[in-house]
């Protein structure tokens, strides 16, 4: 059940990816007013996949799997820290390409 956090963690990491690219797919459309709510389920999307990573890490430490946080920590570090940056990259790009559309 808990190898289910890092499927889990995989799919949220996907979606908070692909949910900004929809939504520039859609910029172009006059009638999109859903992309506030497309780019807070990114977020939300991230952040409980980063969570599931947490939680992953906290189970390792109580089971004291001291040899598998060793071999992923540094591996689940970059991966979280690239998930949420390109999160952040997408949804920033989303933001400006709407905002201008909506003053333009």
């Known amino acids: 059940m808990i190898?289910?956090?890092?499927?889990g963690s995989?799919?949220?990491g996907?979606?908070?990816?692909?949910?900004?690219?929809v939504n520039l797919?859609?910029?172009?459309?006059?009638d999109n007013r859903n992309w506030v709510v497309l780019s807070m389920?990114?977020?939300?999307a991230c952040a409980i996949s980063l969570?599931?990573?947490?939680i992953y890490n906290n189970h390792l430490v109580n089971i004291e799997d001291?040899?598998?946080?060793?071999?992923?920590?540094?591996?689940?570090?970059?991966?979280?820290?690239?998930?949420?940056?390109?999160?952040?990259?997408?949804?920033a790009i989303t933001l400006v390409v709407y905002r201008r559309r909506i003053a333009g």
């Open 25 to 30: 797919m859609h910029s172009k459309k006059h």
């Open 14 to 21: 996907l979606i908070a990816w692909l949910l900004p690219v």
């Open 66 to 91: 001291w040899s598998a946080l060793m071999d992923t920590s540094g591996a689940v570090t970059f991966a979280a820290s690239t998930l949420l940056i390109v999160t952040i990259f997408l949804n």
């Open 41 to 44: 389920m990114s977020l939300i």
């Open 10 to 12: 995989l799919v949220l």
């Open 51 to 54: 969570s599931f990573q947490i």
């Open 3 to 7: 190898g289910l956090l890092n499927l």
